[in-house]
T-cell receptor
Framework: AQSVSQHNHHVILSEAASLELGCNYSYGGTVNLFWYVQYPGQHLQLLLKYFSGDPLVKGIKGFEAEFIKSKFSFNLRKPSVQWSDTAEYFCAGRDTGNQFYFGTGTSLTVIP | ETGVTQTPRHLVMGMTNKKSLKCEQHLGHNAMYWYKQSAKKPLELMFVYNFKEQTENNSVPSRFSPECPNSSHLFLHLHTLQPEDSALYLC??????????????FGPGTRLTVL
């Protein structure tokens, strides 16, 4: 079965530090990939998505992700985090059907 | 109201109760989903409806019963639940059948506690 895995369960960073959250997917065919964010007390929101084309995808709030097909990876990055980035981050994939596969999430805490 | 709304936001129920969760999407989408979100676990897809027809049921116990009367409304009927069913239940919608990437839009969830 298709799956998405996130390596980091809890990340703690100081403000202005660089961020990289890992995401790997198991599906070998055409795949759409997403990163969602869930701020404390709020609902899941889309950060960015990859469908095709340029493997470097830019999203909202300065986030970006790179699709590396050979590594089955779609890591999320941000060069300088802020306290307001404290949230839960979820990687998700969708195959040619209409099923979405979510990772377990990474909890990010940014210390002022 | 815009986006995806869910009611109630919080629900506490006993194991013998019957309750329903409601979801409404105001985005004109044609697919709706129920997910269960538990701590330290991936989001678990429960049900998928495309054009009001159920297309997925991921081995969900029969004590959870979905209903989709139209493409904008989705219900989850609950009866004789177990304490391990306590979780955040999320509703989502998306547009299916277009050439664009149809990401899902999520509601705020219903925090369910089963006593």
């Amino acid at each position: 079965a298709q799956s998405v895995s996130q390596h980091n369960h809890h990340v703690i960073l100081s403000e202005a530090a660089s961020l990289e959250l890992g995401c790997n997917y198991s599906y070998g065919g055409t795949v759409n990939l997403f990163w969602y964010v869930q701020y404390p007390g709020q609902h899941l929101q889309l950060l960015l998505k990859y469908f095709s084309g340029d493997p470097l995808v830019k999203g909202i709030k300065g986030f970006e992700a790179e699709f590396i097909k050979s590594k089955f990876s779609f890591n999320l990055r941000k060069p300088s985090v802020q306290w307001s980035d404290t949230a839960e981050y979820f990687c998700a994939g969708r195959d040619t059907g209409n099923q979405f596969y979510f990772g377990t999430g990474t909890s990010l805490t940014v210390i002022p | 109201e815009t986006g995806v709304t869910q009611t109630p936001r919080h629900l506490v129920m006993g194991m013998t109760n019957k309750k329903s969760l409601k979801c409404e999407q105001h985005l004109g989408h044609n697919a709706m989903y129920w997910y269960k979100q538990s701590a330290k676990k991936p989001l678990e897809l429960m049900f998928v409806y495309n054009f009001k027809e159920q297309t997925e049921n991921n081995s969900v116990p029969s004590r959870f019963s979905p209903e989709c009367p139209n493409s904008s409304h989705l219900f989850l009927h609950l009866h004789t639940l177990q304490p391990e069913d306590s979780a955040l239940y999320l509703c989502a919608s998306s547009q299916v059948g277009t050439t664009s990437v149809n990401e899902q839009f999520f509601g705020p969830g219903t925090r369910l506690t089963v006593l």
